[in-house]
């Protein structure tokens, strides 16, 4: 095999063999069938053979073709980026929780300061979760505490001291003045003050929260928006996993 | 096709659910929320919004404000229709505006208030009768569906896409058609006004928009000969005002579960119970049948092990639908098998379990929910996954089948991959259409043992809720063991105890007898 030449394969060497389906908003007719045809060429296919043209019902059809394209890639000159966050799936995390750690991790969610935006804590901790995901409230190994909307950032020191909780998650919507960056930051400091700092993964969430702000504010990490739970999930168990590793 | 169980138990856990039920509706009684005055008002005629704030919010705030809001809304209501001559929407236009303080007008005798009281309840019911008999008289002018009812779901985000979407289903073979909500619009203590062309992951459910949507599915019906049921969500903080929009717009189906706010939306458990009931008894006078979302419970346990909760879960919520008020024909339980794929004979669990809550539940027109859970990104796979699915439900004899979908694990359903579903839902409809009469278990064979093992399952744990009480049970985390805090969650501040005057003449069985009479 020659990887510096790769190409799809159907049952022959090179044959260069893929499979497309796609519908148009249209019904099936002699025009629509030479419509699909000229998709497939313009996409650079040949030996085109439309298998299947199907109306769907309200103006729309469906198309299944088979056909080859010309492309090869090298194998060898494609470098992927180093993948920053390996994900895990859901099962893979509490498995990893109940086996490296044989304990539940506790987790403690809130927005803190006069913000009162709580959509982007739910999507990440209630157990209906975000985007198909199920939330962090779902995961077994997973303690989840929500303290909601408003939350005092003394409280939460309060509270994480209270229930022994190993990771802190922040959302911040309002922005306005920076208020977001003051209220981190005083978060960040007043677990320092009791020490708790280190014992704690301190991860912040919302629409203009990223890497440079958690960096500013002394978190661990800053998810933007579209951040998924599974996500939020894979990062805590990343860095509980990196934490004790280290301390061996 | 039957599994040979044990009617005993069976009695025994509707007996146990009965009391349980029974337990919650002593405790509620007492209650009201928000959201059930809101729903009055909205039976009341009252609508329309003030700068995106709507007039029944802000008449119920203006009472909580002024501490007056236990005599209940309708109480109010009444009083001031007494002393201004106006009906209840200009009532309500007077307070928005400012110009009408309720709470200051002169208190007519409770006698005559509550005279008003009934007086507007049995106008609100009879217009509502009469809009309910047209819209039976619409269904009863198509041939009846074939069993089982095909549900898909729309979720575009806007509200015209939906409705291309929709009618396309409705041509491809679709007998129901769900529009799933925006995210976390559960969690809104508001209805929005309007229709609404933006949503995250599903579109927002307002009355406007449910009005759209009704008469795109009745043209389409015309078109298809076949009736099309609009399917919609009653849930979160404002379960019982949307009931009432429903009505208002004859849906046909809404999903609406006693425990999944408080599960899965930390909605404050007495909120949602009170919610619930009202909104039950509403959807119940008006023939609208529920689904409940027990599916949900297995998601993310082991769903082999801890299958029973789902029975659990269907009796109680069976029996709080019939404190409601609610027919059993009505009370559409939800199920789903959710089975790892790789355990040895996981189509026979499947097939079984289906079976059992068919058996359970006669009356019920139960809906099967299809597999989710070890679905990925293969969706030849998947499609594999719902034909068995879809085979389990026409052999089982389900009642109404949400299909599932190839791309389940990937996006909302493209035009193709509901028609690739439907398609074949509909094959295996018309292939094993007969398999539950002529097709049957070994008698005590595997399948009546898992069956046996089940229900014993469901007795014990109903008896251990019985034991602990259900508010207990909930904050344990009996429940998939999602532990939630009797005053924690949200909605606890929107509860409150009814007063000496409260009225809700909406509940009175004479009342709505007057109505019906008046709407022939």
């Given at each position: ?88 799936d859901f099962w893979e995390?509490n ?37 198909g995901e199920s939330?962090?409230?779902r ?91 599974l ?18 | ?294 599916d949900n419970?297995i998601k993310t346990v082991d769903a082999f092990k801890e299958y ?28 789903a098998a959710e089975l790892d794929p790789k355990i040895p004979d996981s189509l026979?669990w499947e097939?079984?379990q ?15 929910m299809p597999p989710t859970r070890y679905k990925t990104g293969n969706i030849f796979f998947a499609h594999v996954l719902d034909a068995l699915f879809?085979?389990v ?11 599932g979908m190839p791309t389940e694990a990937l ?110």
């Amino acid at each position: 095999m020659n990887i510096g030449e790769v190409r799809p394969y159907g049952d022959r060497m090179n044959d260069g063999a893929i499979q497309i389906s796609f519908s148009l908003p249209v019904p099936v007719s002699a025009r629509s069938i030479e419509a699909v045809k000229l998709i497939a060429a313009r996409m650079g296919m040949n030996n085109i053979r439309l298998v299947h043209a199907q109306d769907m019902g309200n103006n729309f059809s469906f198309y299944i073709l088979y056909g080859a394209i010309n492309i090869s890639v090298d194998l060898q000159a494609i470098h992927v980026p180093e993948v920053e966050l390996q994900l895990f799936d859901f099962w893979e995390i509490n498995d990893l929780i109940r086996r490296e750690f044989k304990r539940k991790v506790v987790v403690i969610g809130a927005t803190i300061g006069a913000d009162a935006h709580t959509v982007g804590l739910d999507a990440i901790i209630s157990a209906k979760g975000f985007g198909g995901e199920s939330g962090l409230e779902r995961y077994p190994e997973l303690e989840v505490f929500n303290l909601g909307a408003q939350v005092p950032p003394e409280l939460v020191v309060e509270y994480s001291k209270k229930i022994h909780a190993d990771v802190v998650l922040v959302s911040q919507v309002v922005t306005q003045r920076n208020v977001h960056l003051f209220n981190l930051s005083l978060l960040a400091e007043l677990l320092e003050a009791e020490k708790l700092r280190d014992k704690l993964i301190l991860i912040c969430g919302g629409p203009y929260i990223n890497a440079q702000v958690a960096l500013e504010t002394g978190f661990d990490a800053g998810f933007g928006p579209g951040t998924t739970p599974l996500q939020v999930a894979s990062f805590i168990v990343h860095e509980l996993m990196k934490r004790k590793m280290r301390k061996k | 096709m039957k599994l040979n169980i044990s009617q005993e138990q069976a009695n025994a856990c509707r007996q146990i659910a009965k009391e349980v039920a029974l337990e919650i509706q002593r405790d509620i009684a007492p209650l009201s929320t928000v959201s059930v005055e809101r729903a009055i008002l909205r039976l009341l005629g009252i609508e329309g919004e003030k700068e995106k704030i709507p007039y029944v919010n802000i008449l119920v705030d203006n009472l909580k404000e002024q501490k007056a809001l236990e005599e209940g809304v309708l109480y109010w209501i009444a009083n001031a229709c007494l002393n201004t001559g106006l009906s209840p929407q200009d009532v309500a236009l007077k307070v928005v505006s400012g110009s009408l303080n309720p709470v200051h007008l002169s208190r007519k005798s409770f006698q005559e208030v509550k005279n008003k009281a009934e007086e507007l309840a049995t106008e609100s019911l009879s217009r509502l009768y009469k809009k309910k008999k047209a819209r039976e008289a619409l269904k009863q002018s198509f041939p009846p569906s074939l069993p089982p009812l095909l549900y898909v779901i729309v979720a575009t985000g806007n509200i015209y896409d939906d409705i291309a979407q929709a009618k396309t289903a409705a041509e491809q073979g679709a007998d129901c058609v769900a529009v799933i909500r925006s995210t976390a619009q559960s969690l809104l203590d508001y209805v929005p006004e309007g229709i609404t062309t933006e949503g995250f992951g599903g579109t927002f459910a307002t009355q406007a928009n449910y009005r759209l949507m009704r008469q795109a599915l009745d043209e389409v019906a015309q078109k298809v000969s076949r009736y099309i049921y609009q399917v919609n969500y009653c849930s979160g903080l404002c379960m019982a005002e949307i009931a009432v929009l429903a009505i208002l717009e004859g849906l046909d189906i809404m999903v609406n579960d006693a425990f999944y706010g408080i599960l899965f939306r930390d909605l404050n458990m007495y909120r949602t119970m009170v919610d619930q009931h009202f909104s039950r008894y509403l959807l119940g006078l008006f023939d609208v049948i529920i689904t409940t979302g027990e599916d949900n419970l297995i998601k993310t346990v082991d769903a082999f092990k801890e299958y029973s909760i789902v029975l659990v879960s269907q009796f109680i919520n069976e029996q709080l639908a019939q404190q409601a008020g609610m027919k059993k024909d009505l009370i559409g339980l939800g199920h789903a098998a959710e089975l790892d794929p790789k355990i040895p004979d996981s189509l026979l669990w499947e097939l079984t379990q289906a079976q059992l809550v068919r058996q359970l539940f006669p009356r019920s027109p139960v809906k099967f929910m299809p597999p989710t859970r070890y679905k990925t990104g293969n969706i030849f796979f998947a499609h594999v996954l719902d034909a068995l699915f879809n085979l389990v439900a026409v052999w089982t004899d389900q009642r109404i089948v949400l299909l599932g979908m190839p791309t389940e694990a990937l996006h909302t359903p493209y035009v193709q991959d509901r028609f690739l579903s439907l398609e074949s839902a509909l094959h295996i409809r018309n292939a094993s259409r007969s398999f539950s009469r002529e097709l049957q278990f070994i008698r005590n064979g595997q399948a009546d043992k898992r069956a046996c093992e089940l229900l014993t399952q469901a007795v014990e744990t109903l008896m251990k809720i019985r034991e602990v009480g259900i508010w207990n049970a909930l904050s344990r985390g009996v429940f998939s063991q999602i532990k939630r805090e009797k005053r924690g969650g949200r909605g606890y501040e929107g509860v409150f105890k009814k007063g000496k005057f409260y009225l809700n003449p909406f509940l009175d069985k004479k009342i709505v007898m007057q109505a019906r009479r008046r709407a022939v």
